[in-house]
């Protein structure tokens, strides 16, 4: 009865979505190029990237920390950020914390204003409140594992302003990023005909097909009907696929590639059409935590937990690892997030120590180093067109008599959020 209702109440919300892409995206069957893509591409081609400079560190913008140790719930004591994703649009970014909820935060207009770094350094020593409050709040029933935003998001259609979630021991949710409501679920089921929760989440490159991770399984929802209809792949084909959890996928912007990365400490890379294997990627020491493209496709970066390297494969040439990135990641089993800046040119990534490292990725060879937080900046984001990023920071702490009194005097770097933004060489 209770899932019947859900799926009624969030029957009105699902059909506006799938109008909105309907009306921005032609059928595969159609064969033509989704129109949302082809104005994407259009605005790409008409937008300079910003040429980001690494050789001066980069300023913080705005700053969050209060507001995730408010006593919200019984956890809150111990919460702490897990992740950041900034919205395909740039209008705001998302971030997971260990108290179950998911928090959106708009970047103001005056985000290059001197008012708004003095305001962020002023929290950071702890002067001042949070730069501002965050604007949605999302709460699911239990952990987060992962969440993604809709593609083509942008602020300007509300129909399209939605991401999906997905936390243990529930179905897929699709939330409206306007008012907060679940505007559908996406339910898989196993063989006890139970929901089974995903452990990483993923639109396509056209936003058409949401795919999910599982154990040694995908399964592929169609965006636009929600409710427990599914393809479901296995990845043991021939003995050769990922033998444990899907950790991540990601797919790639050129040729029709989606790569996933499993616990089992293997990486495969497979044909989106009709999920054929095609390279299994073995090197990483410990379980795959984030899969992530090239912005030309040719190459994938991965990362695990417990392994200090971030690995480079040449997709066109996948007998050995072109090179690695150092981090500290050695005894941390978090996702610890890597990204790539708009211009394909860098990639920074968090870790244990703090720390933020830049590298080039035409040799790997490492760039600079700014220190992000006072603790594991398990979260990395590049603004989609603007010389920002934001990162997440904090841990799980052990061992704690008074775990309110030890989260009470907490610096105001630790367990936290913040909005840095970066010269450019169009900047006199």
Not at 65 to 78: I, M, N, T, V, Y
């Amino acid at each position: 009865m209770e899932e019947a209702a859900e799926e009624r109440a969030a029957a009105p919300v699902a059909a506006e979505f799938e109008d909105a892409a309907e009306n921005g995206t032609e059928g595969e069957e159609g064969g033509s190029a989704p129109a949302a893509e082809e104005d994407a591409a259009a605005a790409a081609a008409a937008y300079s990237w910003p040429e980001l400079r690494f050789d001066l560190p980069p300023r913080r913008r705005y700053h969050f920390a209060d507001q995730f140790r408010s006593p919200c719930s019984s956890s809150s004591a111990g919460n702490f950020l897990k992740g950041v994703k900034w919205s395909p649009d740039g209008s705001s970014f998302l971030t997971s914390s260990d108290d179950n909820s998911l928090r959106m935060f708009y970047l103001p207009e005056d985000a290059y204003s001197a008012a708004a770094e003095h305001t962020a350094e002023a929290a950071v020593g702890g002067q001042a409140a949070d730069s501002y409050g965050a604007s949605l709040q999302v709460n699911e029933g239990e952990p987060v594992y992962d969440f993604c935003w809709y593609p083509y998001m942008s602020v300007s259609d509300p129909a399209t302003c939605v991401f999906a979630s997905t936390s243990r021991d529930h179905p897929i949710h699709l939330w409206d990023a306007t008012t907060g409501e679940l505007r559908c679920t996406y339910r898989a089921y196993d063989a006890m005909d139970e929901i089974t929760a995903a452990l990483s989440i993923s639109f396509n490159s056209t936003g058409s097909k949401l795919f999910a991770g599982y154990n040694k399984a995908i399964r592929v929802f169609d965006v636009h009907r929600p409710g427990r209809d599914f393809e479901q792949y296995s990845l043991l084909k021939g003995g050769e696929g990922p033998t444990g959890i899907i950790s991540s996928i990601s797919f790639s912007p050129q040729n029709g590639m989606l790569a996933v990365g499993s616990y089992s400490q293997t990486t495969a890379v497979y044909a989106e059409g009709n999920m054929e294997p095609l390279y299994v990627l073995h090197g990483q020491l410990g379980g795959v935590t984030q899969v992530l493209f090239s912005k030309d496709g040719n190459y994938l970066y991965t990362g695990g937990r417990k392994d200090p390297y971030i690995l480079c494969w040449d997709i066109r040439n996948t007998v050995d690892i072109v090179y690695k990135l150092y981090r500290s990641c050695d005894t941390t089993n978090q996702r610890v997030q890597f990204d790539i800046e708009p211009c394909g040119k860098h990639l920074a990534t968090g870790g244990q120590d703090g720390m933020v490292h830049i590298y080039d990725l035409q040799g790997g060879q490492w760039v600079t180093g700014f220190q992000a937080a006072a603790d594991t900046v398990n979260g990395f984001s590049f603004h989609p067109y603007l010389p920002l990023a934001t990162t997440s920071s904090g841990h799980r702490r052990f061992g704690m008599e008074d775990e309110f009194e030890e989260e009470s005097s907490l610096a105001g770097d630790e367990n936290c959020c913040s909005v840095w933004k970066f010269s450019c060489s169009q900047e006199s």
